[in-house]
C-alpha cells in the first residue's frame, strides 16, 4: 500500500563529518536566540551556527580523567565504547549559563558552560572550576531524572526551565513497580490550569512489565505523571517523588486473524503545541520487540485520553499472587495544586503516602487518537529512530509535517491528511532523504522553523537540510501540485515556498484527484493499431502516473488513454498538456 520511493539526491545537505576521537553526537540544544546548535558527544560540546553547521563552529574537550577512564577499564567495561565522556544533559540554566552533565566514565559530572548574554558575546567556555559530582545530585524531579539519565547513557531530557531551588527527590528505589528498569524517552512540563503551580510533568519512558502484568510483553511503554512542586513525603517517602503515577501507551494495529500488532519500544516523543498550552498533541514513535518480525509506527495521543486515565481506576492487587484489578476504594489522592489543602506534600496525611506508595500505576492503558497508528511500516529494512513535526499553513489548512528518523541514516518526511475525520488519515510520503553517507541511525533531532532547517545527529556526525526543496518538484504546474508538499506551491512560473500572504496554486487534499478527469489534456484519444507516445517522469515523489486504457463505447474503433493522476484542479490548462 505504500509507494516504493527512490532516495532523493540529498542536495542542499550540509554535513559536518564528527572528529576522529568523539562520535555520538545524541544531545542537542537549539539556541534560536544565539543562532547556535549546542551538541553533546563523546568527550566534546559543540556549538554550530544554526544558518551552516560547517561555517566556524566551535568546540571543547572534556574527557573523563584518567583515572576515572582507567577504574572503567578495570570493572570490565569497554574502553573504546563506555570509558568515555558522553554529555548527556545541555539545559539553560541562567541568562549566560548552560548547565552541562556527562556520564564521565560511570562518575557523572556536571558543569556550568559560559555563552554570554548574546550571540555577539561570542563566549563557548566551561566553567572548569566549578566541576559537580552528578551523582545523587540534589536536583528538582525533572534534574534528577536528567541525572538519572546521564548514568543510564539515554539521551539529554531537560529541556525544562532552569532549576531554581534544588530538591532531592527521585522515585522510590528496589521497589519495581515503581520503575521497573526504565529507559526513559523524554520529560516535559505541562499545564493543568491557569495556575502554575498545577502544572505536571510528563516522562515517556519503557520499561519491563510489572510482576503480575500480563500482558505478555517483555516491555511496556509508558507515560508517567508528577506534580511539579512534589517535595517528597514527610515521614514516608522522604525525598522521593509522592505523586508518582504511570500509565501504559497503547500502539498497536488490528491483525487479520484477530491478534493485534503491537509496537511497544517507544523510541521518541514529540510534544506539538498547540494555541492552547494544556493540551498539547504527542507523537510517539515505536518499533516492535520482535527480532523476527520488524516493525515501526507513529502513534499520536491527546491530553484529554491521557487525564481521563490518570483520574482513575487505579491497579491494585492484594498480594504478589493476585492479579491487578481496578482498585474500588477511596482513593485519598489530592491534586498537584493544594494537595487537598495542604501545603507542601511533607504535610500529606500518612494514608495518602501509603496510598501513594502502593498504587503507582494506573489501571487503564491510554490509547491514541483514532485507536490506530497513523504511520506504520512492516515491510521496510529500516526501523523509525526519531521524529520532529512542523505545523505548516498552506493554502487549504494547517497541516503537520512529521520528519521521521530511520536507523539507515535516512528522514522520511510524511503528512497525514484527514479524508473525512482523525479516524480515517491519507499517509502522504513527500520525500525520502539520505542523510548520512553510511547507514547509521539517526539519534538525534531538531527543527527550527525560524531558520527553516531541520537537524539531525548520529554516531557519524551532524546534518542540516532544509525543511523544503519545492525546486525539486520541477518548474510545471501540475508536478507542484502533485507533490502535495504543503510547504511548496506553484507561483505562475515555478515550484517555491508557500506564504500564506501570497498567491500560489497549492493542492494538498486534492492533489490525488482519483476518479475525477479535470483537465481535458489528462487524457488522449488513440486509433486502434496505431501508437503514440505517453509520458510518464514525474519530478514530484507523489506524481505517480497510470495510463488507463477505456474504450470510448461511442466510437468504438477508438481508444481512450486516461491519465488517472491528472493535474490539480487550479492549474491552468496550458501547462499540462504536453
Ligand atoms: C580530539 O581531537 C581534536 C582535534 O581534532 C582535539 O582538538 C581534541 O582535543 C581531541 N579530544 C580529546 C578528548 O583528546
Ligand atoms: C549564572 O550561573 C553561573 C554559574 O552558577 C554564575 O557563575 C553566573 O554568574 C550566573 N549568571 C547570572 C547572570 O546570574
Ligand atoms: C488491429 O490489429 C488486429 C491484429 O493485428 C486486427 O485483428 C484488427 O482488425 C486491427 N484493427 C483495426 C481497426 O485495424
Not at 544558518?51 to 563552529?57: A, P, Q
Not at 582507567?70 to 545541555?90: P, T
Not at 485519598?332 to 494514608?351: A, N, Q, R, V, W
Not at 497525514?416 to 532523504?433: A, Q
Request: with cysteine; proline share 7%.
Amino acid at each position: 500500500p505504500f509507494p516504493k520511493l527512490s532516495m532523493v539526491e540529498s542536495s542542499n545537505l550540509i554535513t559536518f563529518n564528527g572528529l576522529t576521537n568523539s562520535s555520538g553526537y545524541d544531545t542537542f540544544l537549539l539556541d534560536e536566540e544565539r543562532g547556535r546548535l549546542l551538541v553533546g558527544a563523546e568527550d566534546h560540546v559543540f556549538s554550530f551556527d544554526l544558518v551552516n553547521l560547517n561555517r566556524e563552529h566551535k568546540q571543547i574537550a572534556w574527557p573523563a580523567t584518567p583515572s576515572k577512564r582507567d577504574e572503567c577499564k578495570w570493572a570490565g567495561k569497554d574502553l573504546g565504547k563506555e570509558c568515555s565522556n558522553f554529555i548527556r544533559v545541555l539545559q539553560p540554566y541562567n541568562s549566560t549559563h548552560l548547565y552541562i552533565c556527562g556520564t564521565g566514565a560511570f562518575h557523572p559530572i556536571c558543569a556550568y558552560l559560559e555563552m554570554g548574554k548574546r550571540a555577539e558575546d561570542n563566549i563557548f567556555r566551561l566553567e572548569s572550576s566549578h566541576f559537580e559530582n552528578g551523582r545523587g545530585k540534589a536536583l528538582r524531579p525533572q534534574d534528577a531524572l536528567c541525572v538519572h539519565n546521564v548514568r543510564l547513557h539515554g539521551k539529554g531530557l531537560c529541556h525544562l526551565p532552569h532549576p531554581r531551588e534544588h530538591h532531592p527527590i527521585r522515585t522510590e528505589q528496589h521497589d519495581s513497580r515503581w520503575l521497573n528498569d526504565p529507559r526513559f524517552v523524554g520529560v516535559n512540563l505541562i499545564p493543568e490550569s491557569d495556575n502554575p503551580e498545577d502544572d505536571k510533568i510528563f516522562l515517556f519512558f519503557k520499561e519491563n512489565a510489572m510482576d503480575g502484568e500480563h500482558t505478555g510483553k517483555a516491555t511496556i511503554a509508558r507515560i508517567g505523571q508528577l506534580c511539579k512542586n512534589d517535595l517528597g513525603g514527610h515521614r514516608s517517602l522522604v525525598n522521593k517523588w509522592t505523586t508518582f503515577l504511570k500509565a501504559r501507551l497503547t500502539c498497536s494495529v488490528p491483525g487479520l486473524n484477530g491478534i493485534d500488532t503491537h509496537f511497544d519500544e517507544l523510541q521518541d516523543v514529540f510534544l506539538m503545541s498547540s494555541k492552547d498550552p494544556k493540551n498539547p498533541v504527542i507523537y510517539a514513535v515505536f518499533t516492535t520487540s520482535s527480532n523476527i518480525f520488524k516493525g515501526s509506527a507513529v502513534c499520536m495521543y491527546n491530553m484529554a485520553d491521557i487525564r481521563r486515565v490518570f483520574l482513575g481506576p487505579y491497579a491494585h492487587r492484594d498480594g504478589p499472587t493476585y492479579q491487578w484489578v481496578p482498585f474500588q476504594g477511596r482513593v485519598p489522592y489530592p491534586p498537584c495544586k493544594t494537595f487537598g489543602g495542604f501545603d507542601s506534600t511533607k504535610d500529606l496525611p500518612d494514608d495518602v503516602i501509603t496510598f501513594a506508595r502502593g498504587h503507582p500505576a494506573m489501571f487503564n492503558p491510554v490509547h491514541p487518537i483514532g485507536g490506530r497508528p497513523i504511520v506504520v511500516r512492516t515491510d521496510v529494512d529500516y526501523q523509525f529512530s526519531q521524529l520532529v513535526v512542523d505545523k505548516v499553513e498552506a493554502e487549504d489548512g494547517q497541516y503537520d509535517v512529521m520528519f521521521i528518523g530511520t536507523d539507515l541514516g535516512t528522514v522520511l518526511k510524511v503528512v497525514t491528511i484527514p479524508r473525512e475525520s482523525w479516524h480515517d488519515l491519507e499517509e502522504v510520503v513527500l520525500e525520502e532523504m539520505t542523510v548520512f553517507r553510511e547507514p547509521t541511525p539517526i539519534t538525534a533531532m531538531e527543527l527550527s522553523t525560524k531558520q527553516q532547517q531541520l537537524y539531525l545527529g548520529s554516531a557519524l556526525g551532524v546534518s542540516q537540510m532544509p525543511l523544503h526543496r519545492c525546486e525539486v518538484y520541477g518548474k510545471a504546474c501540475a508536478e507542484c501540485c502533485l507533490a502535495r508538499d504543503p510547504y511548496c506551491a506553484w507561483d505562475g512560473t515555478e515550484c517555491s515556498r508557500y506564504f500564506p500572504t501570497a498567491n500560489g496554486r497549492q493542492d494538498i487534499r486534492d492533489g490525488d484527484p482519483l476518479p475525477v478527469l479535470r483537465p481535458a489534456a489528462s487524457w488522449r484519444y488513440g486509433v486502434e493499431n496505431s501508437s503514440m507516445f505517453l509520458e510518464c517522469s514525474p519530478k514530484s515523489q507523489r506524481a505517480l502516473i497510470y495510463w488507463q486504457l477505456q474504450k470510448d463505447p461511442t466510437r468504438t474503433a477508438n481508444m481512450r488513454w486516461v491519465h488517472t493522476h491528472s493535474a490539480c484542479k487550479m492549474c491552468p490548462i496550458h501547462h499540462h498538456s504536453q
